[in-house]
C-alpha cells in the first residue's frame, strides 16, 4: 500500500471519501457565511412565513448548489449531469411525472384518512389562504431541493463511484432517514417511512435521471400535506388559516404528531410508485 493508492483510485481519480470531504468542506464554508448574514433576518423571516427556520432553510440550499458548482466545474471539471442536473433533466415531461408521482400518493393517503374518519379537519386561525400557501410553498421547495441536492446529489454519485449504485443507496436513504430524528413526534415508524422515501426518491431519480423530477416530487408530497389539507410536514408545523386537519384515529395509520406521511398508508403509497417506476423504467428516460 502506497501513499498514492491512498488518495488516488487505479484510474487516477481522487478516491470517493476524499471528494466527499472536500465538498463538505466547501459545503461549510459557504454555509457558515451564509448562516451569518442570514442571522440578523431570521427572527423576521421566521415571522413573515410562519416557519421556525425558514431563512436557515433557504440559505443552507444556496449553500448546496454553491458547492455543486464549485466541485463540479472548477475542482473536478465534470458535467452537471454528472448530478443530474443537466438540460435533458429539466424537461417538463419529467418535471410533471416528479410532481404527480409525489402529490399522488399523499393525496390518496389523506383522503382516504379523512373519509374512514381517522383524520378530522376543525377550524382554525383566520387569515389569508393564498397568502399562506405562497410562503409555504416558497420555503417547501427550497427545502425540497436542498435535502434532495444534500442526499441525492453529489455526494451519492460519488459514494457510487466508490462502492456502486446499490450500497450509495442504501446507505443515502438510510442516512435520509435518520437526519430526521430529531423532528417533533417522531417515533420509529416515521423513520423507517423516511427511509422507504428515501428509497423512492433515489428511484425516481436513477429511473429519469433527474434530480429536478426527484425534488418535484419530493416538493409535491410536502405540498400536498401542508397546503390543501393543512397537517403537519414530518412533525413540522405550517400556517394553516381556515381550518386544519388533527388526528382522530391510531398512529399507525394516521402518523400521530408527525402527519399522514408517518402512517403505514403512506408507506403503501410509496411502495405502489417504487412498483410503478420499475415496470415503467424502459419509458421513463429523458429523450
Not at 412565513?49 to 465534470?78: C, K, N, Y
Not at 457510487?160 to 417515533?187: C, E, K, Q, Y
Not at 381556515?242 to 398508508?265: C, F, I, Q, R, S
Request: glycine share 10%; hydrophobic share 55%.
Amino acid at each position: 500500500m502506497t501513499l498514492r493508492w491512498i488518495f488516488r483510485s487505479s484510474t487516477g481519480q481522487y478516491r470517493a471519501l476524499w471528494r466527499i470531504l472536500a465538498f463538505v468542506g466547501l459545503l461549510t464554508l459557504f454555509g457558515g457565511v451564509l448562516s451569518l448574514l442570514a442571522s440578523p433576518f431570521s427572527d423576521a423571516a421566521d415571522g413573515f412565513f410562519g416557519i421556525d427556520g425558514s431563512l436557515q432553510i433557504v440559505s443552507f440550499t444556496l449553500a448546496l448548489w454553491a458547492s455543486h458548482a464549485v466541485m463540479l466545474r472548477l475542482v473536478e471539471r465534470r458535467p452537471w449531469s454528472y448530478v443530474w442536473l443537466d438540460r435533458p433533466a429539466a424537461s417538463g415531461r419529467l418535471l410533471a411525472l416528479g410532481t404527480v408521482l409525489g402529490a399522488a400518493p399523499i393525496a390518496l393517503v389523506s383522503l382516504a384518512l379523512i373519509v374512514i374518519g381517522w383524520v378530522a379537519v376543525e377550524p382554525s386561525e383566520s387569515g389569508s389562504w393564498i397568502a399562506a400557501a405562497a410562503k409555504v410553498t416558497f420555503v417547501l421547495a427550497f427545502a425540497a431541493v436542498g435535502e434532495e441536492l444534500m442526499s441525492r446529489g453529489f455526494i451519492l454519485s460519488a459514494m457510487t463511484d466508490g462502492m456502486g449504485r446499490t450500497a450509495a443507496v442504501v446507505i443515502s436513504s438510510v442516512t435520509f432517514g435518520l437526519l430526521h430524528l430529531g423532528n417533533p413526534g417522531v417515533t420509529a415508524l416515521p423513520i423507517v417511512l423516511v427511509c422507504l422515501a428515501g428509497f423512492e426518491l433515489a428511484a425516481v431519480l436513477l429511473l429519469t435521471r433527474s434530480l429536478y423530477a426527484a425534488s418535484a416530487a419530493h416538493l409535491a408530497w410536502n405540498w400536498v400535506m401542508a397546503v390543501p389539507f393543512h397537517t403537519a410536514v414530518s412533525g413540522l408545523s405550517t400556517p394553516m388559516p381556515g381550518y386544519k386537519t388533527v388526528d382522530a384515529g391510531p398512529d399507525w395509520a394516521t402518523g400521530g404528531k408527525w402527519g399522514p406521511e408517518g402512517g403505514a398508508l403512506a408507506g403503501v403509497g410509496m411502495l405502489a410508485v417504487i412498483a410503478y417506476l420499475y415496470f415503467r423504467r424502459t419509458r421513463l428516460q429523458p429523450t
